[in-house]
């Protein structure tokens, strides 16, 4: 069976806008984009139409590739600040003087819709996650949608960024799943994957995932964004040569990609929702 991220994105977003409109909330999304990377200024265009799709406001807010950390942390306190923006995205990855890790922990935790901040982190680690990271998140959203259990079941995640790999792995153990972090030390790498249930690979590794890797009727989810030898996009995972093997896959593209941006529009509608209602969360 193939997981068909588009759809389910496509779904998820028009469910999204009825809920805005009924809500008559408007929520604001400001996006931060340093430099010109072009992979990162589509991704940052799509969350923009994605935006203008479901009723979310939005602004964009483009730093030079020379910008230093100070002038990052000031487009970001600014915003902090601005009672008329409900959600912050910062694009990733910046440029090397730009330090990432002050940028992420410089997002007010009840606007970093990407999930990144520390607080988020924790609380996702607690079993008690506001935002999760859209990535992950949304592959969540994926197996929930396809009815793949995860509860007893053996995940094995292979990456351990801050991003993907770990919250990943939070995520699937707040549901109960039974899950093991591998990563480049780890050994036996092969035999881990082929005992894992559901696979996720986030290695960056154009193909990297073979038959042989893969229990037979697993659940596959790549997260790759690689490029093979003719440039054409591809994921982690050999797609042909696996997809037979595998009991569920997600291709690329198609699979996680869209559901990243959609998640991102559903994070953001909550971060409005948590500003205009009398809310528990306290972050
Ligand atoms: N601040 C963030 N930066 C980055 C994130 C993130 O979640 N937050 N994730 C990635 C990039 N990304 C979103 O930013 C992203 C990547 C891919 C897709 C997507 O839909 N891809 C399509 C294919 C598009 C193509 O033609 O190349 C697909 O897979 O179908 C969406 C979002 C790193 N940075």
């Given at each position: 069976m193939i997981l068909d991220g588009k759809a389910v994105s496509e779904k998820r977003l028009e469910i999204l806008k009825e809920q805005i409109e009924e809500s008559r909330l408007y929520p604001r999304l400001a996006t931060v984009i340093v430099g010109t990377d072009p992979a990162s200024q589509m991704y940052v265009r799509m969350k923009h139409r994605a935006c203008e799709r479901v009723g979310i406001g939005s602004i964009g807010i483009e730093l030079p590739e020379d910008a230093t950390t100070e002038r990052v942390l000031e487009t970001i306190n600014r915003l902090n600040n601005d009672?008329?923006?409900d959600g912050i995205l910062v694009q990733l990855p910046?440029?090397?003087?730009?330090?990432t890790t002050r940028v992420i922990e410089a997002v007010a935790p009840e606007k970093?819709?990407?999930?990144?901040?520390p607080c988020n982190l924790g609380r996702l680690l607690a079993g008690s996650?506001?935002?999760?990271?859209?990535t992950p998140q949304g592959i969540m959203t994926i197996l929930k949608e396809y009815a793949i259990?995860?509860?007893g079941q053996r995940a094995v995640v292979v990456g351990r960024s801050i991003d993907v790999g770990r919250p990943m792995a939070a995520l699937l153990l707040n549901a109960d799943a039974t899950v093991t972090i591998c990563h480049s030390?780890?050994?036996?790498l092969e035999a881990e994957m082929r005992s894992a249930d559901i696979l996720i690979s986030?290695?960056?590794?154009?193909?990297?995932?073979?038959?042989?890797m893969v229990k037979e009727g697993a659940t596959v989810i790549d997260v790759g964004i690689n490029h093979d030898e003719q440039g054409k996009l591809c994921g982690d995972v050999d797609f042909e040569a696996v997809r037979d093997r595998a009991g569920a896959i997600t291709p690329v593209?198609?699979?996680v990609g869209p559901m990243t941006i959609a998640t991102l529009m559903e994070n953001t509608f909550k971060a409005a929702k948590l500003r205009t209602c009398d809310s528990t969360v306290r972050l």
């Amino acid at each position: 069976m193939i997981l068909d991220g588009k759809a389910v994105s496509e779904k998820r977003l028009e469910i999204l806008k009825e809920q805005i409109e009924e809500s008559r909330l408007y929520p604001r999304l400001a996006t931060v984009i340093v430099g010109t990377d072009p992979a990162s200024q589509m991704y940052v265009r799509m969350k923009h139409r994605a935006c203008e799709r479901v009723g979310i406001g939005s602004i964009g807010i483009e730093l030079p590739e020379d910008a230093t950390t100070e002038r990052v942390l000031e487009t970001i306190n600014r915003l902090n600040n601005d009672p008329d923006i409900d959600g912050i995205l910062v694009q990733l990855p910046l440029p090397a003087q730009v330090d990432t890790t002050r940028v992420i922990e410089a997002v007010a935790p009840e606007k970093d819709v990407d999930g990144f901040h520390p607080c988020n982190l924790g609380r996702l680690l607690a079993g008690s996650p506001v935002f999760a990271p859209c990535t992950p998140q949304g592959i969540m959203t994926i197996l929930k949608e396809y009815a793949i259990p995860t509860a007893g079941q053996r995940a094995v995640v292979v990456g351990r960024s801050i991003d993907v790999g770990r919250p990943m792995a939070a995520l699937l153990l707040n549901a109960d799943a039974t899950v093991t972090i591998c990563h480049s030390k780890t050994r036996n790498l092969e035999a881990e994957m082929r005992s894992a249930d559901i696979l996720i690979s986030a290695v960056g590794r154009a193909k990297f995932v073979k038959p042989d890797m893969v229990k037979e009727g697993a659940t596959v989810i790549d997260v790759g964004i690689n490029h093979d030898e003719q440039g054409k996009l591809c994921g982690d995972v050999d797609f042909e040569a696996v997809r037979d093997r595998a009991g569920a896959i997600t291709p690329v593209p198609g699979g996680v990609g869209p559901m990243t941006i959609a998640t991102l529009m559903e994070n953001t509608f909550k971060a409005a929702k948590l500003r205009t209602c009398d809310s528990t969360v306290r972050l």
